[in-house]
C-alpha cells in the first residue's frame, strides 16, 4: 500500500526563520509524484511545490524549496524567511504517473510568530 | 478567472436528511473530484470524473453517496440519508488533463464543511 506520513502535527516558527516539515513515503512504484499543499484557514488548497521522482535536482519556488531524498523517500519542504502569511495546514501528497489519485499525509499545523 | 467554486460553504443538517453540495470548476478542466476531509485528516478521494463519466467511484460510499457531472461541466454530491460520521469537509478540485493524469496539480475550491447533528 501507499502510504504518506508526516511526523510532525504542529509546528510554529519565528517571523524571517526558516523551518522544515518533513514527509515520508512509501511506495514500490519507481515513476510518482510529490507535493506540499498549503491549506489556509480559508479550507482552499494551494498548490506550493512539486517534484518529479525522475528528476534529481530538488525544486524550487521562491521561498519553498524541497529535499527530496528518493532513497529514504523523505521529501521535506523547507520555507525560508517565515511571514505571518505563511501561517496554514501544510499537507504532503503522493501520485504516481498511472493514477490520478492523490494519498495525502495527515498534516502539518504551522504557525509563524510575530 | 473565478477559480473551483464551491457551495454551500457550510451546512449543518440533522441525521437522517438530505444534503447536496455543488461544484463549478475552472473553465476547460475535464477531470473533476470529490474529496472528503475529515478533522485532523488529509483529504481522500470519494469519486473522479472525466467529463461527465464516472471513472473512479471506488471510494464512494454508494449506499447513500451519490454524485453526478452533467454536461461535463458543474457536479453534485449527494448524500441521503446523513450519518453523523459524515460531519467533514467536502472539497471539490478539478485539472486539465489529458495524458498530464494530475500530474501537475490540482486546482481545489474553498469546500463545504459539514456538521450533522
Known amino acids: 500500500a501507499q502510504t504518506v506520513t508526516q511526523s510532525q502535527p504542529e509546528m510554529s516558527v519565528q517571523e524571517a526563520e526558516t523551518v522544515t516539515l518533513s514527509c515520508t513515503y512509501d511506495?514500490?512504484?519507481?515513476?510518482?509524484?510529490l507535493f506540499w499543499y498549503k491549506q489556509p484557514p480559508s479550507r482552499q488548497m494551494i498548490l506550493v511545490i512539486r517534484q518529479e521522482a525522475y528528476k534529481q535536482q530538488n525544486a524550487t519556488e521562491n521561498r519553498f524549496s524541497v529535499n527530496f531524498q528518493k532513497a529514504a523517500k523523505s521529501f521535506s519542504l523547507k520555507i525560508s524567511d517565515s511571514q505571518l502569511g505563511d501561517t496554514a495546514m501544510y499537507f504532503c501528497a503522493f501520485t504516481t504517473s498511472g493514477t490520478y489519485k492523490y494519498i495525502f499525509g495527515t498534516g502539518t499545523r504551522l504557525k509563524v510568530l510575530a | 478567472e473565478a477559480g473551483v467554486v464551491q457551495s454551500p460553504r457550510y451546512k449543518i443538517i440533522e441525521k437522517k436528511q438530505p444534503v447536496a453540495f455543488w461544484c463549478n470548476p475552472i473553465?476547460?478542466?475535464?477531470?473533476l473530484y470529490w474529496y472528503r476531509q475529515n478533522l485532523g485528516q488529509g483529504p481522500e478521494l470519494l469519486i473522479r470524473?472525466?467529463?461527465?463519466?464516472?471513472?473512479?467511484d471506488s471510494q464512494l460510499p454508494k449506499d447513500r453517496f451519490s454524485a453526478e457531472r452533467l454536461k461535463g461541466v458543474d457536479s453534485t454530491l449527494k448524500i441521503q440519508p446523513a450519518e453523523l460520521g459524515d460531519s467533514a469537509v467536502y472539497l471539490c478540485a478539478s485539472s486539465l488533463d489529458g495524458h498530464l493524469r494530475g500530474r501537475d496539480g490540482y486546482t481545489f475550491g474553498s469546500g463545504t464543511r459539514l456538521t450533522v447533528v
Open positions: 473553465s476547460g478542466h475535464n477531470t
Open positions: 511506495t514500490s512504484e519507481s515513476n510518482y509524484y
Open positions: 470524473y472525466e467529463n461527465e463519466e464516472a471513472v473512479d
